[in-house]
């Protein structure tokens, strides 16, 4: 049973359950969500991929407001900006000026920097000293690291294959979340123009866990406590998981995204048409429409960028069709209640 496994995820965190909430960077992850999980005994995790460094700082301010339990912060680790040309724009503005026309958009103007800056995010999470900072995408510099354990900061990477894994462990962090095919969201592959190894959550387990010695949370797919167990009962030392805390009350899922999840058998698939990488979500219009098309889809996080103002608009219809509907692949009906009732029941045996 999950709750007497002999060795904890990380003692010093003084976790009641070896579960991380998601981080769900561009919505799902609030405050209130953050709370309730670390509250309930879990480790919450804020999102702050998208947010400015304020943001940032206002964030973990309201969590801390109100609980005094350990939490994490997570970001996109950087990768040198891609080159995007004047003619890559231009094809990706004519394949979607149809759409923004349906949403009453005007055409995008679109130029650098494409992303948050990193160095100053990195700075925010060092001056809020969360008990853990958790990273996708990569490997964390040097400096960074240095930098994090000086602050008394636990690190967590992210990895999707075996090769990932020993070279997070190699780099000096404390535990390892393994995603696997299955997972919600971003693909947390390294290398952002690299095929997806898809392996099924079991397999990435099985090869790593003989070769990796840092803790391993198990993440993809990991809907009940019967998942639960089994990803206990093949060496997982914890779970981390998204999609199934998505519909929670404290979760800032938008009404659409919750009504596309609402549905007992899911249909999702990864796709890259709305970042730029690979991310597995359900198949809605703007993902069948556009996979045709993918000259049109600039590398991430261009297109990331020149999709906001379609996905805001589409949220603010109400309707689902250009929304980025990250799930994964599990099925059946997402708990609407409290996160904290969730919690329980998945530890409740
Ligand atoms: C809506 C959504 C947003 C996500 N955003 C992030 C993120 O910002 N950072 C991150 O490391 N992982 C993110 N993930 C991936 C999760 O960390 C985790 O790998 C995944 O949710 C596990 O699979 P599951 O959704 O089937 O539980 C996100 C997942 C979802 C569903």
Known sequence: MPTEVDSELLPQLGLKYPLIVAPMAG????????????????LGSVGAAYSNPAAIVEFADKVRQRTNKPFAINLFTPHPAPTVDAAAVER?????????????LTPPHFSPPFQEDFDAQFEAVLRIRPAVFSFVFGLLAPEHTKAAREAGILLIGTATSPEEARALEDSGVDAITLQGFEAGGHR?????????????????????????RVPLIAAG????AADVR???????RAVQMGTAFLATREAGTSAPYRSALNVPKRKTRTTRVFSGRFARGI???FMTEMTP??????PFPAQNKFTRDLRGASTAKGS??????????????????????????????
Do not use: H
Not at 194 to 203: G, K, N, S, T, V
Not at 221 to 224: A, H, Q, R, V
């Open 27 to 42: 919505g799902p992850s609030t405050p209130e969500l953050v709370v309730a999980a670390s509250a309930a005994g879990a």
């Open 92 to 104: 990706a503005i004519a394949a979607t000026a149809g759409y923004r026309a349906e949403l009453d």
């Open 221 to 224: 797919g990991i809907m009940t």
């Open 283 to 285: 198949e809605n219009r």
């Open 320 to 349: 689902a069709d250009f929304l980025s509907l990250w799930a994964g692949t599990g099925e059946g009906e997402l708990w609407q209640g409290s996160t904290a009732e969730l919690i329980d029941s998945l530890f409740a045996e």
């Open 188 to 212: 947390g592959i390294f290398e952002p123009d690299a095929a997806d190894p898809e392996i099924l959550l079991r397999d990435l387990l099985a090869q790593c866990r003989e070769k990796v």
């Open 293 to 298: 098309n993918m000259d049109a889809v600039m």
């Open 230 to 236: 089994a990803a206990f009962a093949v060496g997982a």
